[in-house]
Structure formats: structure tokens, C-alpha cells
């Protein structure tokens, strides 16, 4: 199993571009999430997903927007591009209470 | 303030010595959950506790629910123990709203 894969790996944004950051699991998960994790804070809570076709709003889900429709895949969208979206994200899934973590996304915004 | 705080920030130990990072919280909470994340940033869940106590290896996680306080254990401390312990609880009783810690590092001297 690859686990929880995350694309990319690193991305340069200018101001009010839009992307698509990646996420898929193999482990058939229902739970997944979104998190950011800025330097010398904690990880913060983006968008959650209980199982497919289901999404809910997290502590930061301003600027974002999710989608889930498949188990396997929930990809991260960012409409305009923000400095204060320079951050890592990662993701993560979980089939009730360990949360299992892909490998981050660093994305710089400028 | 932070919804979870953690102490010390930063800790350096020498080899071998016996290793405690605490975590306390403000609210009523479903589980509290200990992660670890390397120094390459990848993230590892260490245990999820709704009460009483954890053992795996040399880890330990407790939890005292009346106290809202949770600590976490390294005995017989090693180098590749270094890393930043973050930990998290299920806010206000769902468990999938995740509030994190700010996390603290722990350096192992050999």
C-alpha cells in the first residue's frame, strides 16, 4: 500500500492564481482531512470528510474549497491565491481513529 | 490563547534520560491523540487516549480527564527519539474537529 500520496510536493503561487493541491489513500479510508501547518504553529483543521459525497467546514476553511467523490481521492482547491496561504498542508485519513498522514505539500505564494 | 498548550516548547535530554512533554486543554474533549513528526516533517500518529493509560515501546501516554491534562513519556531516551511531539484533541466532543498544540521539540544528545 502507498499509503496517503500527496501532489505536489512543492509549488510557487503568484497572488490570485488558483491550483489544486492533491490527495489520495489506497487504504480505503471513510475519514479525511485537510490540515496546515504554519512555521512555529500548529497544524490547523482545513476541511473534514466522513465518506464520500460528504464534506464539513474545519477551524480555517476560509480561502478553500473541497470535494469528495470517491473514497480513494479529496483534493484541496485554491481559488485566488493568498500570501497567507504560505503554508505545508498535509493530508490525512483515518478508517475511525488513528489518523494517517501523507508527506505535505509546501506551497510559497508570492 | 491557545486551545491546547503544550510544555516545555523546547526540550534538549541526554541519552538515556527519562523524558516527560505535557499537554493541557480547555474544553471537554472526545480523545486526545500524541503525534510525532520528524525532522524531514513527515507526521506519525503515536496513540489516541480517551482515558487511563498507553504503552507502546518506550512511549507512555496518560490522560486525566478531570484535570484536562495529558503527558507523554519517553523512558530510556535515544537520538532518534528527536522530533516535535504535537498533541491534539477531538474539540468539543467530535473527534474529527482536530485542535493541535503548538508542539514541542525534543533534542536527544548521545
Known amino acids: 500500500n502507498a499509503g496517503v500520496t500527496q501532489t505536489p510536493k512543492f509549488r510557487i503561487l503568484k497572488i490570485g492564481q488558483s491550483m489544486t493541491l492533491q490527495c489520495t489513500q489506497d487504504?480505503?479510508?471513510?475519514?479525511m482531512y485537510w490540515y496546515r501547518q504554519d512555521p512555529g504553529m500548529g497544524l490547523k483543521l482545513i476541511y473534514y470528510?466522513?465518506?464520500?459525497?460528504?464534506?464539513d467546514k474545519g477551524e480555517v476553511p476560509n480561502g478553500y474549497n473541497v470535494s469528495r467523490s470517491t473514497t480513494e481521492d479529496f483534493p484541496l482547491r485554491l481559488e485566488l491565491a493568498a500570501p497567507s496561504q504560505t503554508s505545508v498542508y498535509f493530508c490525512?485519513?483515518?478508517?475511525?481513529?488513528?489518523?494517517?498522514f501523507g508527506p505535505g505539500t509546501r506551497l510559497l505564494v508570492l | 490563547k491557545n486551545e491546547v498548550e503544550q510544555s516545555p516548547q523546547n526540550l534538549t535530554a541526554q541519552e538515556g534520560e527519562f523524558i516527560t512533554i505535557n499537554c493541557s486543554y480547555s474544553?471537554?474533549?472526545?480523545?486526545l491523540h500524541w503525534l510525532q513528526q520528524h525532522p524531514g516533517g513527515g507526521i506519525v500518529s503515536l496513540f489516541m487516549?480517551?482515558?487511563g493509560k498507553k504503552k507502546h515501546g518506550r512511549l507512555i501516554a496518560t490522560i486525566n480527564i478531570q484535570e484536562k491534562h495529558s503527558s507523554l513519556h519517553i523512558t530510556a531516551s535515544h537520538p532518534r527519539d528527536s522530533a516535535v511531539y504535537i498533541c491534539a484533541v477531538g474539540w468539543g466532543g467530535n473527534n474529527n474537529d482536530m485542535r493541535f498544540g503548538a508542539g514541542t521539540r525534543l533534542t536527544v544528545k548521545p
Open positions: 490525512a485519513s483515518s478508517p475511525r481513529e488513528t489518523q494517517y
Open positions: 487516549l480517551s482515558s
Open positions: 470528510s466522513v465518506g464520500a459525497g460528504i464534506t
Open positions: 474544553v471537554g474533549i472526545s480523545a
Open positions: 487504504m480505503n479510508h471513510n475519514y
